[in-house]
């Protein structure tokens, strides 16, 4: 898919509880301020031999998305207009815990994400990746550390990650999943359940890429939500006061979206519903009782709401222990998996699709398909420098 400039109009106005929203801008990539030692820099450094002489046609481009959560990184080739991944990387490195409740990257954090960081410098050295983008969310938005983690992590890895706003992060999302969207003339919403935070974007179909009319970003993910409502899940009653506040919190914070898209709702060509995050596709493997976690089963899958809210009420009254002994939800989404469920519940009583199409798929693919189009466009520009030259000789 081409990239084009999805983003139009905006219907935004300001949102309570520390959200943002607005007009989602087409941020295209740009070279780190210090490529030198970067291999996120726009030519990588480990392929520069190759850029004295005509470029091979199917180079490697990567994605690195780093999260509240995880760490992901995709290397892909082109293939016709999609890509086709030569390697991946994924690690949950919780760099957001405790950042709710102090405000910063904590030591534990930042010393086991630069762990993971430094496995995915080594695979883009491997590589030999031709343009990259490594991109920071949430947890280093909001982290009063989080710019000096980033530096330390450009001097310690080489890796230049960019902090990028919540408008940027819902386009890339859109971008980079939109194609699973159901077919249908009406409008749809499509949310990134993140660690640190969850974005809304209602879109309308509009050529290659829906035309993003609204979004909206607050600051509550599994993670952050986690750390906000606390609580004992010792009893059932307990585990039940908890999830009720929990869906409280994102009720309020989902409020002025709700207002804004009410019309929408009721459109009567119909609605439709897209998620792109580690909730939807457990929750999907956990309806589809996978004995692990398969992507092939879950990336397109299309399950009804009703079903997807069934299993969130079960998740939420089991204890962690319980939740642990589930095939793919186990100790690393045990204690994150309720808050997911609070989200997409909320989630759908704003927006009252009957069915929830599942993606396995989100930044890292949106940045990919920038990537490569921004890419082709240079080559025909330069191409076209070329033939003007000479023509002029």
Known sequence: ??????????????????????????????????????????????????????RLPKQAYAALDLGTNNCRLLIARPSGENFTVIDAFSRVVRLGEGLAINGRLSDAAMERTLSALRVCAEKLRRRH??????????????????????????????????IISAQEEARLAVLGCHVLLEDGPGPAVIFDIGGGSTELVLVEPSGAVPRIIDWLSVPYGVVSLTDTVGGSEATTEERHARYSEMRQTVRESFAPFYERVQDFANDPKGVRLLGTSGTVTTLASVHLGLP?????????????????????????????????????????????????????????????????????????EGILRSLIAADAEGEKSRAEIQRMREQNL
């Open 129 to 162: 990746v031709h343009l990259a983008r490594s991109v920071a969310t949430e947890a280093c938005r909001r982290a009063e550390n989080g710019e000096a983690f980033i530096e330390r992590v450009r001097e310690e890895t080489g890796i230049a990650l960019d």
């Open 292 to 364: 692990q976690y398969d992507r092939q089963a879950v990336d397109g899958l299309i399950v009804n709401s009703s079903a997807m809210r069934e299993i969130s009420n079960r998740l939420s009254k089991m204890s962690p222990a319980e939740r642990e002994t589930l095939p793919c939800i186990g100790n690393d989404r045990a204690s994150l998996v309720v808050a997911g469920c609070a989200i997409l519940e909320s989630i759908l009583d704003i927006w009252p699709s009957p069915t929830l199409g599942v993606a396995d798929r989100g930044i890292r």
């Open 1 to 54: 898919m081409a990239d084009t400039s999805p983003p139009d109009s905006i219907r935004g106005h300001g949102t309570r509880r520390g959200g943002s929203s607005g007009k989602v801008a087409d941020f295209r990539y740009k070279r780190p301020s210090r490529p030198e030692k970067s291999v996120s820099a726009a030519r990588s450094p480990h392929n520069g031999a190759n850029h004295r002489q005509e």
